[in-house]
């Protein structure tokens, strides 16, 4: 009866070994789930398969000769599995910097949507809509924007004209209250 063989690779070279593969992510495994993947890629290759790297394919060759493979963790990877400090934690929270949320005022569609439903039923032109929502934007601390106010106005016009609230006339130069 053969003695069982287990053969021990560091995940430098088992990440190698798969990147050779095509396994683009192996850098980021954990070494259990390596283990358990080197083992079943090991099974599964073709010996006929060419392998250019010599590097890879004398690993390879090692690897098929053994029973079982164990990937072992490096140095990198058992720094990165102990726990930080409770202190250091509150560390790297204080050296984020957080940034406070935006104030969220009144949009463009907002502001001609109140100037819409805000006129008297004589009705306004095109252009005095525009440039009243585009005012009421700049007074909330906006930029003024007079083609963003205008297709914010048609929009508006829009909606308001389905759900028929507001008329428009027919050279589409005014609305007004329906």
């Known amino acids: ?49 060419k392998i250019k790297s010599k590097k890879v394919k004398a690993l390879v060759a090692e690897l098929v000769a053994a029973d079982t493979i164990v990937v072992k963790a490096g140095e990198k990877d058992k720094e990165a599995a102990t726990p930080k400090d409770k202190k250091d934690k509150g560390k790297a929270k204080d050296d984020k910097k957080t940034v406070p949320p935006k104030k969220r005022g009144i949009t463009r569609l907002d502001a001609a949507t109140k100037v819409l439903l805000g006129m008297k039923k004589k009705g306004l032109t095109v252009e005095e809509v525009v ?48």
């Open 1 to 49: 009866m053969a003695k069982k063989t287990t053969m021990k690779i560091s995940k430098d070279k088992a990440v190698r070994v798969f990147e050779h593969f095509g396994f683009k992510t192996a850098g980021k495994w954990t070494p259990e789930k390596m283990t358990e993947k080197l083992n079943n890629l090991i099974e599964s290759i073709d010996p006929k398969v």
């Open 131 to 178: 440039a009243a929502s585009d005012e009421m934007c700049v007074e909330d601390g906006g930029t003024s924007n007079l083609n963003e106010a205008k297709y914010s106005f048609k929009l508006a016009v829009r909606v308001l004209e389905v759900a028929e609230l507001i008329t428009v006339s027919e050279d589409k130069e005014s609305v007004r209250l329906a």
